[in-house]
């Protein structure tokens, strides 16, 4: 083998982890649904699409701030905790209006987050010790408020579950709207260009004076915030509050999106596109599984191994 070819089996290697890295996840989309178009009877009805979108906006969602904490060199496993509280706490609070109900949980998400950023931020526990703690008090907290199910009959909740706009589901719309509200903040303020400096490097980012302290709350209280919509919007979209069940390995499914999608796990990078599009993959890949007959657990398996094949990827462009 001559060395132009030795140096170009290398490179040829790295531009292959590159665009797997980059493009693999719309190519992951693309062969699912083109997969389905073929082998699942009515893939391609209205209602299939929509039955997608709506199943996917709350993953979504809490993918997105799964996202800026992994940015931030971080996680959350909190997520699915703060759903189960949000969804409590709606419950608790709807016989004062849906507003007040909707408020009082999104504030609840937001403490959440305040206490997963300041023991990270001022104490120096590691992001994913913090948040387990409080991925297990969450979840106690919410079963102390609401022990069991208990079913949601509010018409403005009803209609935030089920209606619509044009055709297009509310969840899709806020859904999408939050996307590129994250997406703005990460690409065109100030706070997102801190957190991806944070992320690359925390003590240069403290040596040129950025307030990361501040900046890492703020990650987990959005995160926080965006987990409890999600509990709220699936609380609408099922009728009902079970904390016991609602957000179950939802860290899961927001993790594997956002790895998925290019975000890597060392963070100073945060790809907004790339979340929503991991997202819809895991979405699309738990629904073939379950059209096909197979069991549930196969759907962990799938995910687990997307994952490893995500990070492999990373980790050896990361080499390079």
């Known amino acids: ?36 178009i073929a082998l699942t009877p009515h893939f391609l009805s209205t209602e299939n699409f929509r039955t997608q979108a709506v199943q996917v906006a709350p993953v979504l ?6 996202a800026l904490a992994i940015g931030s060199e971080g996680v959350d496993l909190s997520v699915g905790s703060v759903m189960a509280l949000s969804t409590s706490l709606v419950s608790l609070y709807l016989g004062y209006g849906v507003w007040i109900a909707l408020i009082v949980a999104v504030i609840g998400g937001a403490v959440i987050g305040v206490a997963n950023g300041s023991l990270i931020a001022f104490i120096g526990v590691q992001p994913i010790v913090a948040t387990l703690a409080l991925m297990v008090a ?5 079963l102390v408020l609401l022990p069991q199910l208990k079913d949601i009959r509010d018409p403005a909740m009803a ?32 706070f997102g260009r801190q957190l991806l400096a944070i992320g690359d490097s925390r ?10 302290r501040r900046v890492l709350i703020l990650v987990y209280v959005v995160s926080g915030v965006l987990a409890a919509v999600a509990g709220v919007l699936a609380s609408a979209r099922l009728q009902a509050s079970d904390p016991t069940s609602l957000g179950t390995l939802m860290e899961l499914s927001a993790i594997t999106a ?43 398996i799938a995910q687990a191994v997307v994952i490893v094949l995500a990070v492999y990827a990373a980790r050896e462009r990361g080499k390079r």
């Open 1 to 36: 083998m001559t060395d132009l070819a030795l140096r170009r089996e290398p490179l040829d290697r790295a531009r292959l982890l590159t665009l797997l890295q980059e493009y693999g996840v719309y190519a992951g989309v693309a062969v699912l649904i083109l997969a389905n």
């Open 61 to 66: 969602i809490v993918a997105l701030g799964m």
């Open 138 to 142: 969450g979840r106690g907290i919410a």
């Open 159 to 190: 209609s935030l579950g089920s209606g619509a706009l044009f055709g297009i589901p509310y969840l899709v719309l806020i859904a999408a709207g939050l996307a590129l509200a994250v997406g703005f903040t990460v690409r065109r303020t100030t």
């Open 203 to 212: 003590p240069a980012a403290q040596l040129a004076g950025l307030p990361v």
């Open 258 to 300: 956002v790895v998925v999608g290019g975000t890597p796990l060392s963070g100073g990078r945060v790809r907004i596109g790339g979340t929503v599009a991991g997202a819809v993959l895991i979405q699309l890949l738990t629904a073939t599984l379950i059209k096909h007959d197979l069991p549930p657990s196969w759907t962990q």
